[in-house]
């Protein structure tokens, strides 16, 4: 039986398109490349994908005869049709892709959906535009390598990624967007500014160097005089607990493919994943009274995660981290308060780095999850009301929230406009009954607290990435690693550098010296690829007449300037 799944023909749906487009990618494949099977070709935040198992091994240099085989099929302007069948029919049609019918298998209805166009039928829920001419503006735009469904036992596929827009406007608008981004790739500026490394022998693992790590304490050194400010105490936990704690906690149940495990003396252990199992020990260390609360930890806690080597990205995707985490202890009627006062601080935060412009969601009750629904709606009801007092326009992310929570999701935005995923807000009933944590309260009784999850960069190492993007690495004077270089044009100049260093130094302001036997237009050059805010420049004229020459990193130039 043919079916009507399509979209608007206005095409006022762009992710409808683009899983379109994604179809035609794929068919246009298959038409070039023989024998390639399909596995998945979804949409995703800017663009789509599919995956793909061939002999051929893809290349950018492939991207120009598949895009004019796409176009042609667009010409064609083919009907694209939607169709219920049988599982049984679904198997035969599919019976040469493992891939698809593994997830055919998976498939719990009687009937399954397919789309068609001409020769080309793919396994889909839809839905689709009516036909291919529909889809006008579209571009290829890289390859990567992904595993079957993400898990590395199995097959690895090659994923090719792509983009598609209502018209060539917007996409040119993209793709400038883009090439923006490649100049601003916090791995080449990160190495150009002396930040921090990877190597081999740690997959994953940040090597911070000196001027990145400055870069870092600085960061935790902002978070930690705001909580101070606002009545949290800093606490740390250990890196390595028990394998007991984490299967209490949930974790081991939800989370045990991402984490890492190890033995000590016969009994299992796991490297943390996250902070909070270790700050519900530290509250149950003693007994707590209702005149304590709100009660705020908070804790710059290193985490580890195991993530697949194929997905390492520089400081966005790590194994190792470290989390601006808090976990707030509190009464049901303190939830709202402590809420109110945390998106205020996040916000604050986010201005002082220089970000006036974010999205908020709501991530709601994933399908696995702890806890009964009845603590799962009034969490997440706090969530929206504290918003909604704010004035503060949010949307929902359904089924997105922590398996032990709902949260409120914050999502900056860059200079290019694009969305990073930073702070988030969790209100947690479940773990705190797990772990039996109580209070003393009014009545003389023992009662269960809340417990508010709350970070507001989240991973620092993420956070400095978001950071040197954001600046291309020229950032404000207060957060520069380094903020004054010294240059002298002759070495008659020497001393006078020392002595201006040293008083740049105690008035605490990171300066140093370039005595180098060497030209002052190669000093300030390198000085300038080092983005360094302001070089002083000492000669002979300086030290005749007492005063110093800056120059800024923008080329400005000012001469005959006091000391003082």
């Known amino acids: 039986m043919e079916e009507s799944n399509h979209s608007d023909d206005k095409i006022k749906d762009l992710d409808t398109m683009r899983h379109t487009a994604s179809h035609i990618m794929a068919q246009a494949v298959l038409r070039l490349f023989k024998g390639t099977k399909l596995g998945f070709g979804p949409t995703i935040e800017d663009g789509f994908y599919y995956d793909f198992d061939s002999e051929k ?12 085989e796409m176009k042609k099929i667009i010409d064609e ?24 019918i593994e997830l055919i298998n998976e498939i719990t209805d009687v009937t399954v959906s397919v789309y068609s166009q001409s020769e080309f039928t793919d396994l889909c829920r839809g839905p689709h535009l009516s036909s291919t001419g529909k889809v006008k503006a579209f571009k290829l735009l890289k390859v990567a390598g992904a595993y079957w469904r993400g898990k590395i036992e199995n097959p690895q596929l090659q994923r090719i990624y792509a983009t598609a827009f209502f018209n060539k406007k917007q996409l040119d608008s993209y793709l400038h967007k883009l090439e923006e981004a490649k100049k601003r790739d916090h791995r080449k500026i990160g190495k150009e500014l002396d930040l921090f490394s990877f190597h081999e022998e740690g997959p994953g693992f940040v090597f911070w160097h000196h001027k990145g790590y400055l870069l870092f304490k600085m960061i935790e050194e902002l978070i930690r005089t705001e909580c101070k400010k606002r009545g949290y105490i800093e606490v740390k936990t250990p890196v390595i607990l028990n394998d007991a704690l984490w299967r209490r906690s949930g974790h081991f149940d939800n989370f045990k493919d991402n984490m890492y495990f190890t033995t000590i003396e016969n009994k299992s252990y796991a490297i943390k994943p996250m902070n909070c199992p270790g700050s519900l020990l530290i509250y149950k260390s003693r007994l707590h009274s209702y005149r304590e609360l709100p009660l705020r930890f908070a804790e710059m806690g290193e985490v580890h995660r195991h993530e697949l080597s194929g997905v390492l990205h520089g400081l966005f995707r790590v194994r190792s981290f470290t989390i601006d985490d808090a976990h707030i202890y509190c009464t049901t009627k303190q939830i709202e308060n402590e809420i109110l006062d945390m998106v205020d601080f996040t916000i604050e935060v986010y201005r002082r780095f220089g970000f006036e412009e974010y999205d908020i969601y709501i991530a709601t009750r994933p399908e696995k999850y702890i806890g009964s629904l009845e603590d799962w709606e009034l969490a997440t009801d706090s969530l929206m009301k504290a918003l909604e007092l704010k004035k503060i326009a949010y949307r929902l992310k359904p089924g997105e929230g922590a398996f032990y929570g709902p949260k409120i999701e914050f999502n900056i935005k860059d200079c290019l406009k694009r969305n990073w995923q930073c702070g988030t807000i969790q209100v947690d009933f479940s773990m705190p009954k797990r772990f039996e944590v109580e209070y003393i309260a009014e009545d003389g009784k023992p009662h269960t607290p809340v417990m508010i999850h709350r970070a507001i960069i989240g991973s620092v190492e993420r956070f400095i990435g978001v950071l040197i993007e954001h600046y291309k690495g020229a950032f404000p004077f207060w957060l520069a690693p380094l903020q004054v270089k010294i240059l002298t044009v002759t070495d008659r100049a020497k001393d006078r550098a020392i002595e201006l260093e040293k008083i740049l130094v105690d008035e605490k302001i990171r300066a140093e010296t370039d005595l180098r036997n060497e030209k002052i237009s190669l000093k300030i050059r390198e000085a300038q690829l080092l983005k360094v805010p302001y070089m002083i420049i000492l000669g002979d004229r300086e030290i005749k007449e007492g005063n110093i020459s800056i120059r800024t990193r923008k080329g400005e130039q000012l001469n005959n300037i006091s000391k003082e």
């Open 57 to 68: 091994v893809f290349t950018e240099e492939d991207f120009k005869e598949i895009e004019k």
């Open 77 to 100: 302007d083919l009907q694209i049709i939607r169709k219920e069948i049988s599982k049984q029919d679904a198997l035969e049609l599919f019976k040469d892709n493992r891939y698809k």
